[in-house]
């Protein structure tokens, strides 16, 4: 079957660095998405990646690779509206989005 | 600002009621999506529009129904609405074929509460 799977709840500290993993089983691969959820409002879009490697885009970055199914998001700098949930989906073969349950991020003072 | 607007943030629904979510985007995007949110679960995709008139059945599209009469616009209908349907539905939409890196822009979702 196809799964995605992330850490349910991480703690960290402001100003510091966190790493959320996520792992994925799709049939076939067409790229990975994380999006960013504050509680109550619409997730909106971070990242994209297809190839191996590791995107950056100003505090947020995020690596792939495909030969172990396996993603990170990296949040540098971490501010207290970081807190929130972010979504890892993975596109499969029939280009259909199978999504993670969510890592809810807390950011502590 | 491009949107997509689901015009019921909250709504409370007796069991067998016929429940209507409204969704309109702004952004001459050919795909529409439903999604339910529950907590511990990922979105789970319940139906999908690449045109209009047109619908395709996502993973859980039992007990629900959908309608796309006008480009904009994407409705989920509970013909009939149950408890295990009391959920978060988030709606969205991108432009362009399914494949590639095509962005979702979602709405802030309709909260659903079937007593």
């Known amino acids: 079957g196809q799964n995605i799977d992330q850490p349910t709840e991480m703690t960290a500290t402001e100003g510091a660095i966190v790493q959320i993993n996520c792992t994925y089983q799709?049939?076939?691969?067409?790229?990975l998405f994380w999006y960013q959820q504050h509680a109550g409002e619409a997730p909106t879009f971070l990242s994209y990646?297809?190839l191996d490697g590791l995107e950056e885009k100003g505090r947020f970055s995020s690596f792939l690779s495909r030969s172990k199914g396996y993603s990170y998001l990296l949040l540098k700098e971490l501010q207290m509206k970081d807190s929130a949930s972010y979504l890892c989906?993975?596109?499969?073969?029939?280009?259909?989005?199978?999504w993670g349950a969510g890592t809810k991020l807390i950011i502590k003072p | 600002d491009v949107k997509v607007t689901q015009s019921s943030r909250y709504l409370v629904k007796r069991t067998g009621e016929k429940v209507f979510l409204e969704c309109v985007q702004d952004?001459?995007?050919?795909?529409m999506f439903w999604y339910r949110q529950d907590p511990g679960l990922g979105l789970r995709l319940i139906y999908f529009?690449?045109?209009?008139?047109?619908?395709e059945k996502g993973d859980i599209p039992e007990g629900y129904s959908v309608s796309r009469e006008k480009k904009e616009r994407f409705s989920l209908i509970l013909e009939s609405a149950s408890t295990n349907q009391t959920s978060m539905y988030l709606c969205?939409?991108?432009?362009?074929?399914?494949?590639?890196?095509?962005?979702?822009?979602f709405g802030a979702g309709s909260r659903l509460t079937v007593l």
């Open positions: 969205a939409s991108n432009g362009g074929s399914l494949s590639g890196a095509n962005v979702l822009t």
């Open positions: 529009s690449y045109d209009v008139k047109m619908k």
């Open positions: 989906a993975g596109k499969d073969s029939n280009y259909q989005l199978i």
């Open positions: 799709t049939s076939g691969f067409n790229g």
């Open positions: 990646n297809v």
């Open positions: 952004m001459d995007h050919e795909n």
